[in-house]
């Protein structure tokens, strides 16, 4: 959530920063700026009669004292206006700051000064590229008839239990998808993140600290009866960690890593790019959170986009790097990088992690701040990324790395999986 003394003070740069992001509502901001005067016309209001009437009670107090009844008494007769009036100031208030909270959520975070104009994914700027595109042989399958063949996966078997978008994982398909979340674990903890493990459900308050709510409402599962919501990625509850959490400057920064499965509606997805692992309802993905002091948060982005990116050379998987366009962003985030893999089968780039700056976007929603050198509490800068997600990475791999003679693995899964081939 912005904060209403940033966007008063720099109310051009907040329209021009939320034209780049493709904003359809600017008339926002000067809503905002106009509740806040009146908030703050209210507050003094509030705060004069107040005072008058805490005078006035130490000046009947002091009559009273004196025997000056009568002019006791006639100061007291006017208590009952100054009760009056505190109460229809607080009413007021309360109105008032409810009115501009419900204008401050609908604002979207203001993207970096590096975030290129652009309303689609086609106009995302490439920042690299790294990696030979591999050719396959004759013949070579997608990875839905790969699964098939050599039974790793069984999409039907989804269906019958829960839906499509549910896949079931069987035989060397099962044990793929738990060497690499331990591979991604203990790669994320040689480069100093900490794991930790995290409900799957969270409450409303949790949602909204990390802005999924009320932004992505209708892509996350809801457990109506007891108000609680099945986590669209574990930066959800990893983050809240922090929430009204006021830290040291010593103890940042923060790096917590976790790994979850992760429940996405995904609602109006539909045709051949979201068949087999391409775009699923459930998956596991690895998360990296990091609080950070602002000064360090781009560099520390620019490490995290570095250890995806290692994770991927790690793989053999050709990748590209993504700077994100501003009708593209997602409604929190400053900056971010997407990693992309190239699918042979398929011929086309699929996205298998997003780093992202928030920012003070989400601290000031979570309040989550810290003391900085001067003993200041100021707000913290907050992080994410995948670390990576597994659907599309199994995918890349099986395609890739397929072979007449069965799929090749990974060298660095070997020791994870004790086998070198899928046949």
Not at 280 to 292: N, S, Y
Not at 365 to 379: C, D, I, P, S
Request: hydrophobic fraction near 40%.
């Amino acid at each position: 959530m912005l904060q209403v003394s940033y966007i008063r003070d720099n109310r051009e740069q907040v329209l021009e920063r939320l034209a780049v992001k493709n904003f359809k509502q600017p008339q926002l901001v000067d809503e905002v700026i106009q509740l806040d005067d009146s908030r703050r016309q209210t507050q003094v209001k509030l705060d004069n009669t107040s005072a008058e009437a805490n005078a006035a009670a130490k000046q009947i107090g002091e009559l009273m004292r004196n025997g000056k009844k009568e002019e006791a008494e006639a100061i007291k007769a006017k208590t009952g206006v100054w009760k009056e009036d505190i109460k229809k100031y607080n009413e007021e208030l309360a109105v008032i700051e409810d009115n501009l909270y419900q204008k401050l959520v609908l604002l979207p975070n203001l993207p970096h000064s590096s975030v290129p104009k652009g309303l689609t994914p086609e106009e995302n700027e490439v920042v690299l590229e790294h990696g030979a595109i591999p050719e396959l042989p004759a013949g070579a399958l997608p990875h839905w008839e790969l699964a098939a063949k050599y039974k790793l996966i069984d999409f039907e078997l989804g269906v019958k239990i829960t839906g499509a978008g549910f896949p079931v994982y069987m035989n060397k398909g099962a044990k793929l998808q738990r060497a690499l979340i331990n591979f991604f674990i203990d790669e994320a903890e040689k480069a100093g993140y900490k794991e930790v493990g995290v409900p799957l459900m969270v409450n409303e308050a949790s949602g909204f600290g990390t802005s999924q709510l009320p932004d992505k409402e209708g892509q996350m599962y809801h457990v109506t009866q007891d108000e609680l919501y099945l986590i669209p990625t574990a930066e959800v509850p990893i983050t809240n960690l922090y929430r009204d959490v006021i830290l040291k400057a010593d103890e940042l920064p923060v790096k917590n890593c976790g790994h979850t499965p992760c429940f996405r509606r995904e609602a109006g997805s539909y045709g051949a790019h979201v068949r087999g692992l391409n775009r699923l309802h459930q998956f596991d993905k690895i998360e990296i959170v990091q609080v950070v002091n602002p000064e360090t948060s781009y560099s520390v982005l620019e490490d995290m986009s570095l250890h995806v990116q290692g994770l991927l050379q790690k793989l053999g998987l050709p990748y590209r790097v993504l700077r994100l366009c501003g009708g593209d962003m997602g409604f929190g985030s400053a900056l971010t990088y997407d990693m992309e893999t190239w699918s042979a089968a398929q011929q086309r780039w699929l996205e298998v992690s997003s780093v992202s700056n928030f920012e003070t976007f989400q601290s000031n929603r979570l309040k989550l701040r810290f003391r900085n050198a001067e003993g200041k509490t100021q707000l913290a800068h907050t992080l994410n990324g995948s670390a990576l997600a597994l659907p599309r990475i199994v995918a890349t791999l099986l395609e890739n790395n397929q072979t007449e003679n069965g799929i090749k693995v990974p060298e660095v899964l070997i020791p994870y999986l004790g086998f070198d081939v899928i046949d």
